[in-house]
């Protein structure tokens, strides 16, 4: 059929003069099948007026409805009923087999909220700035305060039963806590979280790093990691009897609190969860065959696919209280994860594990849309999708005036299932073995989660660690970093845009950042040993050792045995040469400008 020129590739709805043209084209009556008041029984023109619609409509362009050009037409959509043959799945649920007829561009796809810095973030320009926004000065405190209760109460039962080897704690301050972090992250960049702590504080002049020598000592490190602690512990176990999350709940949701404010998702986010590895005694410890590695937490976790931010959490913390398995555990966990967004009409992934019809009606209820596979078992899938002897790269669709279900058979004896109510037509591209947009939208939207994945595990502060609330910690660490490297691109899009590896400059940089003010405070010490000095020097960090050498001229007076004397006379004097230092007595030294000792002076 010629379509006039004028009417193709068009994105808005068909005007009613254009589709009296059409039907003039294929000799058609246009009054009777345009009327108002008569539907089409007719199973051609539905189909090439469904056919015609679905390729002119774009669903996933973002547009305001101001900026759009669609125009109401005289056709309603609920006179507009598909045609062919209908599905019924074993729930009950009847799909067509043929798209419903669009004359305009629906509410669901136009995205209303905008994605980017807010407000709360809008403040930060330095590394460390935006690092603090998720991070904030009272976790930090909250975290200095739990630290030095547990670690006073271990030294009080020390002192006690042992009186003659007292120790003492050094108070941990907000300074002494960034640099610690710093540490850590610092580590990560550089790759070296597993080597012990031996080896990255060694004194060796060949292998030594003189970042960590210079920011705290070996054994400060240690004794913050032992005693790092998130609650009080005294209440811990009351509070552990409703959540078993107790030992960091209050960090966790301040942390997830901030990664909320500080940015918001553009128009496509993934669900999707992450594995912590960790092997370690911990009562929700989950085993995962597919994840790399297999023992750890599990953490449901919400993307924005574009950058890659994680903005939502949520621990699982595995079965109810008296053992009972949670039924519709991805209808919870989605629901509760993309609350925030309700209303924006954002486009949510998710895998087979979360999709379900319901959940898509329950999106759309909240203005949210749905995109995911689905698997083949479910009540909602009619029987004539499940049918694997197929062509390989054939396509069958199933609609119903808000959802679309798309099945194709990629190889031999393989079907994949796709659900989404964000989409409303059966468009196949011709270029990728014949896939349906359905199946390349979800291809391109369903790696949020693992994309920051694999970010995280690329310079992951994380060390071996007994303790899963310090593991749940170093996560959040982990993407405490990553997102503030989101946000720093995000309102500096240039930096270092030629280098491919500006994330791991920008994780030095912030290592720095966060230990600078307490290598200063170490500057100001005069009893360092050499190799300290050193390494602050090669820090950027000024030592000023004008009176240690004035100390080392002139030294405190005390009294030795003249080293001319014979040593029956026991001659102790109080004063040294000023060039070779040796204690000498009245007899064996001349005061000129200095006091020179006579083999000294025979030398001049």
């Excluded at 089409?40 to 007026?49: L, Q, V």
């Excluded at 759009?68 to 729930?91: F, M």
């Amino acid at each position: 059929m010629d379509i006039p020129r004028n009417i193709r590739n068009k994105k808005r709805p068909l005007r009613q003069q254009e589709l009296e043209d059409i039907a003039k084209n294929i000799d058609l009556d246009a009054e009777d099948d345009y009327d108002r008041d008569a539907t089409s029984n007719d199973e051609d023109d539905g189909n090439f007026i469904a056919e015609y619609t679905s390729e002119t409509e774009d669903n996933l362009e973002i547009q305001s409805e101001e900026e759009s050009d669609a125009e109401p037409t005289d056709i309603g959509e609920e006179d507009l009923q598909p045609c062919g043959p209908k599905y019924v799945a074993k729930s009950g649920l009847e799909w067509n087999s043929q798209p419903f007829p669009r004359t305009r561009r629906q509410e669901k796809n136009i995205v209303n909220a905008r994605g980017g810095i807010t407000q709360y973030s809008e403040g930060a320009n330095t590394f460390l700035d935006i690092f603090n926004l998720f991070l904030t000065a009272e976790m930090k405190y909250k975290i200095c305060h739990h630290t030095n209760q547990e670690a006073s109460r271990y030294f009080d039962a020390w002192n006690e039963k042992n009186p003659t080897n007292k120790k003492e704690w050094k108070v941990l301050e907000s300074d002494e806590l960034d640099c610690f972090l710093g540490v850590l992250i610092k580590a990560g960049a550089l790759r070296c979280r597993k080597e012990s702590t031996r080896e990255m504080w060694t004194t060796n002049t060949s292998i030594r790093r003189s970042f960590f020598t210079a920011a705290l000592s070996r054994n400060r490190f240690e004794e913050i990691s032992t005693f790092l602690r998130f609650d009080d512990k005294i209440t811990r176990m009351e509070r552990r009897e409703h959540d078993k999350l107790a030992a960091i709940r209050e960090i966790w949701d301040m942390f997830v609190t901030n990664c909320r404010k500080a940015f918001e998702p553009y128009e496509n986010l993934t669900i999707d969860e992450q594995l912590v590895c960790f092997r370690g005694k911990c009562p929700f410890r989950q085993y995962i065959k597919s994840k790399p590695g297999r023992y750890g937490i599990k953490i449901w976790a919400a993307a924005d696919v574009k950058t890659s931010y994680l903005c939502n959490f949520q621990v699982y913390t595995g079965k109810l209280p008296g053992g009972a398995t949670e039924k519709n555990q991805g209808f919870r966990v989605v629901s509760e994860l993309v609350e925030p967004y309700h209303g924006s009409w954002r486009g949510i992934t998710t895998d087979n594990f979360f999709t379900s019809v319901p959940l898509a009606n329950n999106l759309l209820s909240k203005k949210l849309t749905l995109l995911g596979t689905v698997r083949k078992n479910k009540l909602d899938t009619p029987m004539q999708l499940k049918i694997t002897s197929r062509p390989v790269e054939s396509s069958i669709f199933a609609f119903t005036k808000q959802l679309a279900m798309v099945s194709y058979i990629p190889k031999r004896n393989r079907v994949v299932h796709v659900l989404s109510s964000q989409h409303d037509d059966d468009c196949i591209s011709a270029d990728t073995k014949n896939k349906p947009h359905m199946i390349l939208d979800y291809n391109n939207t369903k790696g949020g989660v693992d994309n920051a994945d694999k970010l995280i595990r690329e310079y992951s502060c994380c060390r071996r660690t007994a303790r899963w609330p310090y593991r749940i910690f170093m996560n959040i660490l982990d993407i405490c970093a990553l997102n503030a490297f989101v946000l720093y691109v995000e309102k500096y899009p240039n930096w270092n845009k030629q280098n491919f590896s500006r994330r791991r400059l920008f994780l030095l940089e912030l290592g720095d950042e966060l230990v600078r003010r307490n290598m200063e405070n170490r500057a100001k010490y005069k009893n360092h040993k050499s190799h300290i000095k050193s390494a602050l020097r090669d820090c950027g960090i000024m030592v000023d050792d004008s009176e240690n050498a004035t100390e080392q001229v002139n030294p405190v007076r005390k009294r030795a045995r003249c080293y001319k004397c014979p040593r029956n006379l026991d001659k102790k004097v109080n004063i040294t040469c000023a060039q070779c230092k040796n204690f000498v007595c009245q007899i064996h030294r001349k005061k000129q400008e200095n006091v020179l000792c006579s083999s000294c002076l025979l030398k001049n």
